[in-house]
């Protein structure tokens, strides 16, 4: 796969020498369990069936009903899509459901598998394999439409994976990316000083890191046994214009209130609605080449 990184500065100016393998072995293992495995449990999901996940994608669907505006699903027909980071396969269902020709890629096993099943189950054209979206394993300019959802700030090197992305675009092609925004509300909760400093750095001083704090990284990710994603990293808006400076558009929005703290008060609906779009979670980015 990939061999040992280059020497990287961090936002703090702190560089630091990283070995890309080691860490795509951490992701390897740690996302082996499907990202959506807690949910399904308490969904009281416990098989694969198609009735089970079909009940998993309404719940997910319904919970960020935001997707179907920023993934163009209804322009996917005979189109050649990748989805980049799979989790427990919603997204990838909805694209193949589109009549898309699908492609998966995900560094882990285990949502590789989850994705071929559905779509052997539904008879949908496409497949998933296993693999780095900083190595991707095809060809330039292969597909019409990327779709990366919350996978790209866990590489540990997302200035890279955004650059795979436009190679992989066809001219003219789009992709929808989310990652996590470093000025969302939570990063004011739980770093203020370091979010303020964020919020003011020079963009173009920006180089990809790993978020090394396990309680901000746990905030976002966890596993069963409790232990946050190997690796995170976060971007305010002008950083990810910045990282995407060789698309010939760049459009981001915010979405995504969480329901810690006071926010459990709020219905969350109303929360992403009026909050959303200016201290959310995630940043939603729509490129095209
Ligand atoms: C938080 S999950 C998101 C899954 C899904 N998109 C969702 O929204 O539910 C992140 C996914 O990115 C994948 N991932 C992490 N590093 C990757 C890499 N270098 N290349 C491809 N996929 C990667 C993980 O294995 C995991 O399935």
């Given at each position: ?5 280059e ?5 703090d100016g702190?560089s630091s020498d990283?070995d890309?393998n080691?860490i795509d072995e ?11 495995t ?7 999901i416990?098989?694969?069936s198609?009735?089970?996940l079909?009940?998993f994608?309404a719940w997910y669907?319904?919970f960020y009903?935001?997707l179907?505006t920023?993934i163009p699903?209804q ?21 193949a459901?589109s009549?898309?020709i699908?492609s998966g890629?995900?560094?882990?096993a285990g949502?590789?598998?989850?994705a ?7 008879n949908?054209?496409?497949a ?7 190595d991707a ?5 292969e597909?019409d ?9 866990h590489t ?5 994976a955004?650059?795979?992305?436009h ?9 929808t ?9 939570r990063?004011?909760a ?8 964020r919020?003011w ?6 180089v990809s ?12 990710d966890?596993?069963?046994a409790g232990a946050g994603?190997?690796q995170?990293?976060f971007?305010?808006r002008s950083?990810?214009t910045?990282?995407?400076r060789?698309f ?6 915010a979405?995504n ?5 006071v926010?459990?008060?709020l219905?969350r609906?109303?929360a992403?609605r009026l909050?959303g ?10 490129l095209v080449k």
């Amino acid at each position: 796969m990939v061999t040992k990184g280059e020497g990287m500065m961090a936002a703090d100016g702190v560089s630091s020498d990283v070995d890309q393998n080691q860490i795509d072995e951490a992701n390897s293992a740690f996302w082996n369990e499907l990202c959506g495995t807690q949910l399904a449990q308490s969904l009281g999901i416990t098989d694969d069936s198609m009735e089970s996940l079909r009940r998993f994608d309404a719940w997910y669907m319904d919970f960020y009903p935001y997707l179907e505006t920023h993934i163009p699903f209804q322009s996917f027909s005979g189109q050649k899509v990748l989805e980049v980071g799979l989790g427990y396969g919603t997204v990838a269902q909805r694209i193949a459901d589109s009549g898309a020709i699908y492609s998966g890629l995900d560094i882990a096993a285990g949502p590789v598998d989850m994705a071929n099943r559905r779509l052997a189950t539904t008879n949908a054209e496409g497949a998933a394999v296993c693999g780095s979206i900083l190595d991707a394993p095809f060809p330039d300019a292969e597909f019409d439409y990327v779709v990366a959802i919350g996978s790209l700030h866990h590489t540990g090197a997302l200035d890279r994976a955004l650059c795979e992305v436009h190679r992989l675009l066809k001219p003219g092609g789009g992709a929808t990316v989310m990652v996590y925004n470093a000025a969302s509300y939570r990063q004011w909760a739980l770093s203020p000083l370091k979010t303020l400093r964020r919020r003011w750095s020079d963009p173009a001083r920006y180089v990809s890191h790993n978020e090394a704090d396990e309680r901000m990284r746990g905030a976002y990710d966890v596993n069963a046994a409790g232990a946050g994603a190997p690796q995170t990293e976060f971007v305010t808006r002008s950083e990810l214009t910045y990282l995407t400076r060789d698309f010939a558009s760049c459009d981001i929005v915010a979405e995504n209130i969480g329901s810690e703290s006071v926010l459990r008060f709020l219905p969350r609906p109303i929360a992403c609605r009026l909050l959303g779009p200016y201290i959310g979670l995630d940043l939603y980015c729509r490129l095209v080449k």
